[in-house]
């Protein structure tokens, strides 16, 4: 059993910065890619961030500059470093990690709020 526990949601003014992160735990042999996505209130879901685990990195055009994904293989963690935040990034943001146990399994974190005030 694989578990996705996310850390660092809250609020903050517009400008302003957060970092999230979330860890996994549980039997397992690897972790592959780690990803974050979000979704704001009557959107669908979107895909933020992702980094694969040789660290090659992708980001949405509208985080593009502003946002930073990092992992650490060691902890099995991964890192958002949001800043220069905006209203319109106000969602709840989900951790997604691709991992082998006896197969290759997807799996996602229990989510947290991320609200930005103008």
């Known amino acids: 059993q694989v578990q996705l526990v996310e850390s660092g949601g809250g609020l903050v003014q517009a400008g302003g910065s957060l970092r999230l992160s979330c860890a996994a735990s549980g039997r397992f042999f690897r972790i592959d890619d780690m990803a974050w996505y979000r979704q704001a209130p009557g959107k669908q879901r979107e895909s933020v961030a992702f980094?694969?685990?040789?660290?090659?990195?992708n980001y949405a055009n509208s985080v593009q500059g502003r946002f930073t994904i990092a992992r650490d293989n060691a902890k099995n963690t991964v890192y958002l470093q949001m800043n220069s935040l905006k209203p319109e990034d106000t969602a709840v943001y989900y951790c997604?990690?691709?991992?082998?146990?006896?197969?290759?399994?997807?799996?996602w974190g229990q989510g947290t709020q991320v609200t930005v005030s103008s």
């Open positions: 997604n990690f691709r991992v082998y146990t006896t197969y290759l399994g997807n799996y």
């Open positions: 980094i694969t685990r040789s660290g090659t990195t």
